[in-house]
């Protein structure tokens, strides 16, 4: 009786109701919110991290739409997982830590050189105006292309080719992700990065502990600095 004639109440308990339906329904057709959201904060977060942005995007693009079926009640552990063709999807801390390394932006205009599942470009796509990634393993190409199209992201443009002579048609580019290993930096990727630009490569042998370089370009002026070791699968040519 007294929460009948009590509208306050009554409007305060109708607005919890509707944001726990809302909220379970929402986590109806995504499982994986829960998870998701630990393994920013347990993986990324945790190991310093910061950029709000990036973190939000990590929040929510669905990593477990880009792994193979047999593999998404792992989409979200701290590994690479295998995506078939001898390639993976990075370790999600790795995927940030090259992202922030890049200081992404709403407009800015990247390269990214080995499209995988095409989950590095999703968060890519949420960080800045345009993607352009070269996949060379014409499967991978086809599938990630139309995964990035089901899930609506209008920004991304993906073609299948040898990424060590870039994409020269739209350079310069603000920053370049190379997500495979490098014996050497490739010129092309040098030569199409923008002034203030920022490229991110490991470089080191096949299948053996390698270093993940950062490159930036100042006035025509190339810094080369070295950060951290790594392990990513070869970077393939043609």
């Known amino acids: 009786m007294y929460i009948a004639e009590n509208k306050s109440v009554v409007r305060t308990l109708y607005l919890i109701l509707f944001s726990l339906t809302w909220e379970l329904s929402f986590s109806q057709s995504d499982p994986f919110i829960t998870v998701r959201n630990m393994m920013v904060e347990e993986q990324i977060e945790s190991r310093g991290i910061t950029n ?3 973190l939000r995007a990590m929040k929510k693009v ?11 009640k792992s989409a979200y552990g701290d590994f690479p997982l295998p995506i078939g063709y001898d390639q ?3 370790q999600p801390y790795i995927v940030a830590y090259m992202t922030d390394l890049i200081k992404p932006g709403s407009n800015k205009k990247v390269l990214e050189i080995g499209t995988g599942s095409g989950y590095q470009a999703a968060i890519l796509a949420e960080l ?10 014409p499967e991978l190409a086809i599938e990630s292309s139309d ?4 899930l609506n992201y209008r920004n991304v443009f993906i073609k299948c080719g040898d990424g060590y002579n870039g994409w020269t ?5 603000d920053c370049i992700v190379v997500t495979a290993a490098a ?3 490739p010129q092309p990727l040098i030569d199409q990065l923008a002034d203030k630009g920022r490229l991110v490569i490991p470089i080191g042998g096949p299948y053996s502990v390698q270093d993940m370089i950062l490159i930036t370009k100042k006035h025509g002026e190339i810094e080369k600095r070295i950060l951290a070791p790594v392990r990513f699968v070869p970077f393939k040519r043609l």
Not at 147 to 150: A, D, E, I, M, S
């Open 88 to 90: 993976t999807i990075s």
């Open 183 to 185: 014996e050497n930096i």
């Open 62 to 72: 669905p990593r477990h739409l880009f792994v193979p079926e047999e593999c998404i």
């Open 128 to 137: 800045c105006d345009s993607v352009f990634s070269i996949e060379i393993i």
């Open 52 to 54: 709000e942005e990036l």
């Open 147 to 150: 995964r990035l199209k089901k």
């Open 169 to 173: 048609e739209h350079s310069p580019f």
